[in-house]
């Protein structure tokens, strides 16, 4: 996809070329280096900006403030890339947050040659709009914005090359798959569909370690990019307190945290999704890592499944409730509420005494303290004591730009539940 004709290399100065300006009070928020601004904070536009292309962002009184990328069909009108009024978002800029954000993996210590590792988080490496996890021996570009669509086979290059720089890991790309996140395409008005960008093709599913287990990963046809890694630290955190213990893996996908049970020594597992699919790769990973002999799945409606053991009297001394998204927008929010309550209310009765109950929470509109408080409702009544042992997010190649929180998602919390 050819880039749009405004090369802001041509025009460094910002005075020059489409502007868009905030309306009085709005600066705040993008001086501090939010990224995503919305048509409400916006009084007007100069110029004729084409979707994807450079604009400088400006106060009410016409100071600078950023260079972001313009699009018209967004509902984020303009994603701020830069606020250095010398640094448009050009290649020198995309060349240095990636150079940034691989060093980050690498100081870190999960960034190898047959590892699973977040490469790149979006807003949180001040690159909004692209995604880039590894498996193995592959790359995956996840694309949520026009202006990133637009800029997508150079962005590729120039990942191949600070990586291939990089002297820190012996990880080297032999393909990169680009894939456009379906619920963004519309919005964002991008075009094409899921494809391999560069190098050699990956096969259907792609090994990699994380934290000891084997796992596949479906970079042109799984979940997200192919896996999920965002629970890797905590997966395995919580497998050391599962030693001698039976466990109960609800919504279990992939198997990600009854695998690492099992590993650190847990004597029966349980995993439970209604995905047929997801349970024949859950399988698959059991045999992969030799723990099949402990491992149980069940595909079934989880609420239901989970209310038939607890009327028939079961109980674990582990339970991991790992659910996916329970709303997408605020409208929504309440009638998720109740599902959390649901769920939480079934997790603790069939915990047992004494026993650790893990509840996972990607919705992103529930934030800690409404978490917490239902939490607090639930286990008050069910007359229960509840210990708040550990509260964690995602694992660190996974992280949260202070200037825009509102971007972390997904929340951890480790109870214990006695009577």
């Known amino acids: 996809m050819p880039l749009p004709n405004q090369d802001p290399a041509l025009r460094p100065n910002w005075s020059e070329g489409p502007r868009v300006l905030l309306l009085p009070g709005k600066s705040r928020l993008f001086y501090n280096r939010h990224p995503w601004v919305f048509p409400g ?53 995309f060349r240095k947050r990636i150079r940034e954000a691989v060093a980050l993996r690498c100081s870190l210590g999960m960034l190898g040659a047959d590892t699973g590792c977040r490469l790149i988080n979006s807003e949180a490496d001040f690159i909004s709009g692209l995604t880039v996890d590894q498996y ?6 996840q694309i949520s914005s026009l202006g990133m669509g637009q800029r997508e086979e150079e962005l590729a290059r120039w990942i191949r090359e600070e990586i291939d720089s990089c002297p820190d890991t012996d990880f080297r790309p032999k393909g990169i ?54 629970q890797r630290i905590n997966r395995k955190e919580v497998g050391k307190l599962c030693k001698n213990k039976s466990v109960l893996d609800a919504f279990c996908y992939a198997g990600g945290f009854g695998l690492q049970a099992a590993r ?26 030799g723990l099949a002999e402990r491992m149980e799945w069940v595909r079934a409606d989880v609420f239901e499944e989970l209310a038939r053991r607890e009327e028939a009297g079961e109980s674990f001394d582990v339970v991991i ?36 109950l893990v509840l996972c929470c990607c919705t992103g509109l529930i934030n800690w303290e409404m978490l917490e408080n239902l939490v607090e409702q639930v286990g008050a009544e069910e ?37």
């Open 41 to 93: 904070a916006i009084s007007g536009v100069q110029g004729s900006p084409s979707d994807g292309s450079v604009v400088a962002l400006l106060s009410h009184t016409s100071k600078f403030v950023g260079w972001g990328l313009f699009n018209s069909k967004s509902k984020v009108r303009v994603r701020v890339y830069s606020w250095n009024p010398a640094e448009p978002p050009a290649e020198a800029l």
């Open 136 to 141: 193995g021996s592959w790359l995956v570009m």
């Open 177 to 230: 798959v680009v894939r456009h996140e379906k619920s963004m395409s519309r919005l964002e008005g991008l075009e094409g569909g899921d494809r391999l960008i560069w190098g050699e093709n990956p096969p259907d599913r792609v090994e990699y370690l994380e934290e000891g287990i084997r796992l596949l990963a479906q970079p042109l046809a799984g979940q997200k990019t192919g896996a999920y890694l965002d």
């Open 264 to 289: 650190q020594g847990a004597t029966r597992i349980v995993g439970i999704d209604q995905s047929e699919t997801a349970l024949a790769l859950a399988q698959n990973h059991a045999e992969m890592n």
């Open 321 to 356: 409730l790992d659910p996916p998204k329970f709303a997408q927008a605020k409208s929504a929010l309440e009638e998720a509420l109740r599902g959390y309550r649901r769920l939480y209310t079934l997790g603790m009765r069939l915990t047992s005494p004494g026993g650790i």
């Open 383 to 419: 007359r229960l004591n509840v210990r708040i042992l550990h509260k964690k997010g995602p694992s660190p190649d996974h992280p949260v730009a202070a200037s825009c929180r509102e971007s972390s998602y997904l929340k951890c919390i480790v109870l214990q539940i006695a009577r």
